[in-house]
């Protein structure tokens, strides 16, 4: 405001919007007077208040705490940004980084918090394969925080899924990404069963069949000739496909003496093997 001295006496001049006008926006104010005699003016100021606005991007990445009305020339006032689930604090717009931040009050401003979405890996180890149903795909294994993926565990003819080493026992196993994730499949050697057979012609007799462990190495099948015959050759059924074994002195011998063949197999699933005489 304005005070004028005059004769020994002070006085507030008041407002009037036209002897008396502040000049917006650069706040000069003009005072109009008729000299009557000697006078002092005297002008007097006083801090403006200023709003400091906040924002963030993007929209549900956080809060930013310190944003108000404050003094022209304020200084020390801390800005703080704070990301909710699933976001981290990334840069203000203006590219600072720091967090909290101390800013000194001179004019009007909007400070805005710039937040980025975690990443975390997802490590599965299934020995058989896997496959992994998710959205967003990931990038270089690192997914979205929040992202749903569905681990699927593979197996072979020789393996059964005992459980995900989370203990969810079902082969499937849908999974919330909210930290890094190392996933391992358990599984088990199946019991597979290894039959035996004489060919239609019969002849003789098989030994050797019965329960085995998938995986198991050298299994000895044993086809004994009757009186009279005398060994011809093997064939296997498996996976519905039937093929004849051919003889090769080391895993199909017959002992020339006996006339028994042994046969040494491999268990990698059920198999019927059958042994014919002639």
């Not at 565990?153 to 990404?177: G, I, M, P, R, Y």
């Not at 002849?203 to 044993?222: K, M, R």
């Not at 006996?258 to 059958?274: E, M, Q, R, W």
Request: aromatic letters at 8%; hydrophobic letters at 30%.
């Amino acid at each position: 405001q304005w005070s004028v001295t005059q004769y020994g006496q002070t006085a507030t001049i008041v407002h009037n919007a036209t002897t008396c006008l502040p000049a917006p926006p650069t706040g000069i104010h003009t005072l109009t007077v008729n000299v009557d005699g000697p006078a002092t003016y005297t002008a007097e100021f006083e801090n403006k208040q200023v709003t400091i606005s906040t924002a963030v991007t993007p929209d549900g990445g956080g809060s930013v705490s310190g944003g108000g009305d404050y003094y022209c020339n304020a200084p020390n006032v801390i800005l703080t940004a704070t990301p909710n689930e699933c976001y981290e604090f990334e840069k203000w717009s203006d590219n600072n980084t720091d967090n909290p931040r101390t800013i000194t009050v001179d004019g009007p401003a909007t400070y805005q918090a710039v937040f980025k979405k975690k990443t975390f890996p997802v490590t599965i180890n299934a020995a058989y394969g896997y496959t992994i149903s998710e959205n967003p795909n990931a990038e270089n294994d690192q997914y979205y925080c929040g992202t749903e993926i569905i681990v699927t565990a593979q197996t072979d003819a020789c393996h059964e899924f005992v459980k995900w080493s989370n203990n969810v026992t079902a082969n499937s196993c849908t999974l919330t990404v909210n930290a890094p994730i190392t996933l391992t499949a358990e599984y088990k050697d199946k019991k597979v069963t290894i039959s035996t057979a004489v060919g239609s012609n019969g002849g003789g007799s098989v030994s050797g069949g019965g329960e085995y462990d998938c995986n198991e190495p050298n299994v000895s099948l044993t086809a004994t000739p009757d009186a009279c015959y005398q060994f011809k050759q093997w064939s296997v059924t498996q996976n519905g496909q039937t093929s004849t074994i051919m003889h090769n002195g080391t895993t199909c011998l017959t002992d020339p003496t006996t006339g028994i063949n042994t046969l040494t197999v491999n268990v990698d699933g059920p198999a019927t093997y059958t042994a014919e005489f002639e």
